[in-house]
């Protein structure tokens, strides 16, 4: 320890003279007696030229100026040799670009070099930066090098301190056994380093005996040895191995042997098992410990109390259970004063039970407490948080936790961020926000306050960005919000807010409007998206489809749904080039669809179901949606065939046009909707990352249509005609097939049996004929089956366990479930049918999920027409934004969709809200 004290002290002092150098030059004071030599002044000239930027920091390289004195460089004071290069860029706009030039090499005493934030074009880290026998620090992080490390640098036995992170992927070594020559190294930071390759990392590691600081933070490690025979770095303060994939691993026992000198470990994100030892209270060094984002599972040991140093405990997104400790942030009494270092604790989206307010008081030192998403209890009164004077960020969302103050509390702390989404804190509203002044982020959703908002509320303060009161039954009026400049997300819906739209905070970026009682026009909307007024074209009248699209390139979903809209859809929305979802449904436009409509070729779902739309169905439909995933057109007025360019949706779950008057043949090259086709739609379609969540893909599919099944066909209640074409049946992985009310001929399609995932097949009110194929007893899943009114003859496949309702209305089928008894022609009736297709359809062992609600048996066909609609789909990515766990899983996503999601939704029907709070809890 001395040594190194020693040491950093020297090393302090070469960086704090090689500044006075500099300062004194730019000062004009006298300078020392020394100068530059002359090979050494060439050689910064020549490197200097390896840059193609002319740039101020240069401007004072100039030959005639004595080379200790230029900007970046230092020299020994006796000597004048130049000892310390720092060609680091501090701001972004001024990277050197360029290459590095051997001359480097005539810098033979060069001690410290830093090429920080520059860009050197990912070439490779030139190899003779390994022959400068006095390196002892090299920064070359966010340089932009490339290519595989040069065991050159092994070579640099003096070095200190190695930092090469951040060099995005490029950078990469497969061997990391040059590590063994650098014996003095302290500080070694690969981070993003591509290490992927290397075999024993750890090894290589545990040859420097001097090591105190280990980075190695998204290197794509896989494995984090579990033993070591003897651990070398027994000095380590620091160890950073976050964000690598150790799949299987758990948390490793040769860490004990630092845990006297260890003060920051950091094991985020590393798909660490197990538990977490015991041996963690011998940690009394530990300031940060972070191991969240992983499955560590069992409780949280008992001896936090015990590790004095403690600031920092993150264990959050993991599955510990169990109570809290009760020694956690606490230290023994001294003198009756009890007092904890921990600052911050991070327990989120654990699975911990037990009551909270049991160890608040000792926890009243935190700036930071989060323990959303857990299952924790009790009632925390204005005495549990009367010490917390520091308290900046509160999380309590998502527990069982009921927050019981006084009105006239007057809380000692001054919040930032507050999340009580889904506490109790009501009835009343909180009053005691009222001195909350720094606020900026308030999620305050479900959380059963029945109430007027008060006036004062909505000035509490000037710094509030996002604002959530969802899903509570507050009443009153909203204010003119345009003055909130910070505002960018609001959340009001599931409310009792009455009274005409404000005027919007002119930065919002998410607007959540959806059930309230809000009436008149939706102009504001059209404001805020409008800058200047004044350059509105086309009208507003209230009720009519705001015609202000213009502005709204960036919007990426419009949800419009239940606000009685008449008039046409504007040609407008055809501005709006990055639309993703728009959902018009429940409404009374009318018109054709726009052919504007083709500039919004992002689309991935189309509701425009429940309004009075008419004309055909465009062609251009197929063409211009390549990445549809649904789309809804029931209840409306289309009339025309239905195009075979449809079927250009490669990626279509969902279809929905039930209730027109559409006509002619089913196109036969409906096979082509491959998520259909296949059992598990993730596997077709990689580039929707969005997809690889099961919860997130049947919440985006319950929300837009009537059916609570990911894969659905909804042709029924047209005129359509012909036979149903055989290519149906490669649809197997379609649940919902209903083509009923038409009028359809033929037979049923034989290998109908390969359709293992329906779970719903509506072919009534048709004029099928023949005899229903003996596959439909195969349908396992099948929980509504209709068949009836039609001409099907013969006998009813068995075994079956469908009711008579399934064949009413066709006057020659026989056999149970009806009485009509069969012929002994009829038992014996065999149907052919393609033997290829059979055998292909016994090896689809079809694994489905369980978890189906909704379906009942004829006849409630339907379920509730109005249920799947209330959670807005848009909704949900904006619970995204308003959830910092999600956003931390989901941002990588996030990021392609623009910067800009503007949301909103402007609903006066409140008989939906408690199925949206149901819909809402299971998120
Ligand atoms: C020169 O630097 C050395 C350390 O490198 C220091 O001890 C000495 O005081 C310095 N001399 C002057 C005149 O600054
Ligand atoms: C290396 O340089 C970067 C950027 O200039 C800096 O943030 C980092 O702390 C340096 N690394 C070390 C180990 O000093
Ligand atoms: C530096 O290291 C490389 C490879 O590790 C080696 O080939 C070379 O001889 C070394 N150079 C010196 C001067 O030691
Ligand atoms: C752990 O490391 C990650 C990645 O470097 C960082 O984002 C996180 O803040 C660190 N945790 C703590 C508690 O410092
Ligand atoms: C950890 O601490 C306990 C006492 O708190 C002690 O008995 C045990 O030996 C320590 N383990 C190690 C590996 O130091
Ligand atoms: C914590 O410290 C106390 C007192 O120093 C000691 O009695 C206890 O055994 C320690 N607990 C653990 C788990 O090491
Ligand atoms: C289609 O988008 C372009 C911009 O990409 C725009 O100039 C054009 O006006 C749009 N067309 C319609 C009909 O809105």
């Not at 599972?297 to 959050?316: C, E, Q, R, Y």
């Amino acid at each position: 320890m001395t040594s190194l004290f020693s040491e950093l002290v020297l090393f302090l002092f070469c960086i704090g003279f090689f500044f006075m150098v500099s300062s004194e030059s730019s000062s004009g004071v006298q300078a020392l007696n020394v100068h530059c030599r002359e090979s050494e002044q060439k050689a910064l000239l020549m490197l200097k030229d390896g840059f193609h930027t002319s740039l101020d920091r240069f401007s004072s390289w100039v030959p005639e100026e004595d080379c200790c004195k230029w900007k970046g460089v230092g020299c020994n004071n006796e000597t004048g040799h130049v000892i310390a290069l720092d060609l680091h860029s501090p701001d972004p706009l001024e990277l050197l670009q360029g290459e590095l030039r051997d001359s480097l090499v005539h810098l033979p005493y060069l001690s410290h070099l830093d090429l920080s934030h520059n860009d050197f074009y990912q070439t490779q880290i030139p190899e003779f930066i390994g022959s400068l026998p006095n390196l002892k620090y090299l920064n070359l992080s966010r340089a932009n090098f490339g290519g595989t490390i040069p065991s050159h640098l092994g070579n640099l036995s003096s070095l200190q301190t190695l930092d090469l992170s951040n060099n995005q992927s490029s950078l990469r070594a497969s061997s990391l056994v040059w590590l063994a020559g650098l014996s003095s190294l302290k500080v070694l930071d690969l981070s993003t380093v591509y290490l992927g390759d290397v075999v024993n990392w750890l090894d290589a590691v545990n040859m420097l005996p001097s090591l105190v600081e280990l980075r190695l933070v998204s290197c794509q490690l896989h494995s984090l040895p579990q033993s070591l025979p003897s651990l070398n770095f027994s000095s380590l303060e620091v160890l950073d191995l976050s964000y690598n994939g150790f799949y299987h691993s758990v948390i490793p026992n040769w860490l004990v042997e630092v845990s006297h000198t260890l003060s920051l470990l950091n094991l985020t994100t590393c798909s660490l098992q197990g538990s977490i030892p015991r041996t963690i209270v011998n940690f009394t060094s530990l300031v940060v410990l972070d191991f969240s984002f992983n499955y560590l599972k069992g409780s949280i040991p008992h001896g936090f109390g015990n590790m004095t140093s403690l600031a920092v405990l993150d264990l959050s997104v993991n599955y510990l259970e169990g109570s809290l400790p009760a020694t956690l942030g606490l230290i023994q009494e001294l003198h009756n004063f009890k007092y904890s270092p921990l600052r911050e604790l991070r327990l989120s989206r654990n699975l911990l039970n037990g009551s909270l307010e049991r160890i608040l008081p000792q926890l009243s030192e935190l700036i930071v407490l989060d323990v959303a998403w857990n299952d924790l209890d009790g009632v925390i009164t204005e005495a549990h948080l009367q010490d917390f004077s520091r308290l900046r960020v509160l999380d309590l969302s998502f527990n069982r936790l009921i927050l019981n103050v006084s009105s006239n509390w007057i809380p000692d702390f001054q919040l930032e961020s507050i999340n009580l989404e889904n506490c109790e804190i009501g009835p009343r509203f909180p009053w005691w926000l009222q001195n909350q002044k720094r606020i900026s982020e308030l999620d305050m959703g479900n959380a059963s306050i029945s109430d007027i908002v008060p006036d004062w509320f909505w000035d509490i303060s000037p710094s509030m960005k996002r604002l959530d009161l969802s899903n509570n039954h507050l009443t009153g009026k909203l204010p003119n919000l345009s003055s909130k400049a910070s505002l960018s997300k609001l959340d009001l819906s599931g409310n009792e807010f009455e009274g005409r739209l404000p005027q919007l905070p002119p930065a919002i970026e998410i607007l959540l409007l959806i059930e309230n009682q809000f009436s008149g026009p939706i102009s504001p909307i059209c404001d805020i998206m409008n800058e200047s007024n004044a350059l509105r074209h086309g009208n507003n009248m209230p009720g009519n489809l705001p015609d202000c699209w213009i502005y709204g390139q960036n919007l990426v979903c419009v949800d419009l749904r239940l606000n009685q809209l008449s008039g046409q859809i504007p040609e407008s929305i055809g501005h709006l080039i990055n639309l993703k979802w728009l959902f018009l449904s429940h409404n009374s436009l009318s018109g054709e669809i726009p052919q504007s409509l083709q500039n919004c070729t992002s689309l991935i779902v189309l509701a425009l179901g429940n309004n009075s739309l008419s004309g055909s169905i465009p062609t251009w439909l197929g063409e211009s949606f390549q990445n549809l995933r649904a789309i809804t057109l029931h209840h409306n007025a289309f009339e025309g065939n239905i195009p075979a360019q449809l079927c250009q949706w490669r990626y279509l779950t969902y279809l929905d046009f039930s209730f027109n008057s559409l006509s002619g043949p089913l196109p036969t090259c409906i096979n082509r909707f491959l998520p259909m086709a296949e059992k598990e739609a993730e596997n077709v379609h990689e580039q929707y990352s969005l997809y690889t969540n099961d919860e997130l893909k049947s919440r985006m599919w319950r929300s837009q249509g009537r059916y609570n099944s990911d894969k659905v066909i909804d042709l029924s209640h047209n005129r359509l005609y012909g036979e149903i074409p055989g290519v149906v049946t490669t649809l197997i992985g379609l649940e919902l097939l209903n083509l009923s009310n038409n009028y359809l001929k033929g037979a049923i399609p034989c290998d109908i049996g390969t359709m293992k995932s329906l779970d719903y097949l509506d072919l009534s009110s048709n004029q099928l004929s023949g005899t229903i194929p003996p596959g439909i007893s195969d349908l396992t899943h099948l929980k509504g089956l209709n068949l009836s009114y039609n001409n099907l003859s013969g006998k009813v496949p068995s075994p079956n366990n469908f009711s008579a309702y399934a064949f009413i209305g066709n006057h020659n089928l026989c056999g149970p479930p009806l009485v009509k008894k069969c012929s002994a022609n009829e038992s014996l009736q065999k149907t052919e049918c393609n033997s290829d297709r059979k055998s292909k359809s016994q090896n689809d062992g079809i694994q489905k999920k369980e978890h189906r609600h909704g379906f009942e048996e004829k006849p409630s066909f339907y379920i509730s027409v109005a249920s799947g609609y209330v959670t807005a789909f848009c909704g949900f990515w904006a619970t995204l934004f308003f959830n910092k766990s999600w956003r931390h899983a989901y941002f990588h996503f996030l990021g392609n969709m623009g910067d800009r999601i503007y949301v909103f939704g402007v609903i006066t029907k409140t008989s939906l809200r408690r199925k949206f709070h149901g819909e809402k809890a299971v998120e």
